[in-house]
C-alpha cells in the first residue's frame, strides 16, 4: 500500500495532521524508544540520540510488508527508508516560536527549532532522500481541517505541492 511520511520542525503540526488521516498511525519517537533504538541522550541539547541506521531500515521493513495506508510521524521521518510520499509541514517562525513556548522549550532549544525552520532543514534532507517525493506545505494561517484536506488531496489525489516555494530565511533578518 502507501505509506506518507509526515514530517517538520517540532511545533509545526505533525501529530496534529497525522491523527486525522485515515491510516495506520505509527509515530516515529515511539518507535526508537520501544525498539531500544535510543543509543543515549545528548547532554547539552536534552536530546535523544537515535541509531538511525537502525531505526531507517525497521521503518523500510515495516513498509515493505504493510497492506495499508501507513502514516509514520515525526521530525526524523523523512531519514528513513520506505516512503511513498513524504509531506513537509512549515510554519512561520514566530508562530512556531509561540508554540514552543508553551511547550516550555528551552531558549536554546527554541533557537535550534527556529533556526532550522527559517533554513527549511527538513526539507532540505527529505529532497535529498526523496526528491520526487517531497511536498511541502505551509500551515501558517490554516486551520487543522485545511491542513487534513490539503494532505488528503496528496495522498489520494496525487496533487503535488513541490517545495521550494515556502521561504521563511527574512526570520533571520529581525
Known sequence: MTS?????????????????????????????????FVM??????????????KLSAYVGEVCEKSDELMIFEGHLTHLCDGA????????????LEKRLLKRNYTDSKIRENLEA????????????????????????GLTV????????N???NGECYPPGEIDF?????K
Open 145 to 152: 481541517d485545511e491542513t487534513v484536506e490539503i494532505a488528503e
Open 40 to 53: 543515549g541522550v545528548d547532554e547539552k541539547k536534552g536530546y535523544k540520540v537515535i541509531d538511525m541506521e
Open 4 to 36: 506518507v511520511f509526515i514530517t517538520g520542525t517540532p511545533g509545526v503540526g505533525k501529530t496534529t495532521l497525522a491523527s486525522r488521516l485515515n491510516g495506520r498511525l505509527i509515530k516515529i519517537n515511539d518507535v526508537a524508544v520501544s525498539h531500544g
Open 169 to 173: 530565511m527574512e526570520w533571520f533578518l
Open 117 to 140: 525552520e527559517a533554513m527549511g532543514i527538513c526539507t532540505a534532507e527529505s529532497l535529498e532522500k526523496y526528491p520526487d517525493k517531497t511536498h511541502e506545505i505551509d500551515v501558517t
Open 84 to 95: 511513498d510520499i513524504v509531506i513537509v509541514l512549515r510554519l512561520e517562525p514566530e508562530e
Open 154 to 156: 496528496i495522498i489520494r
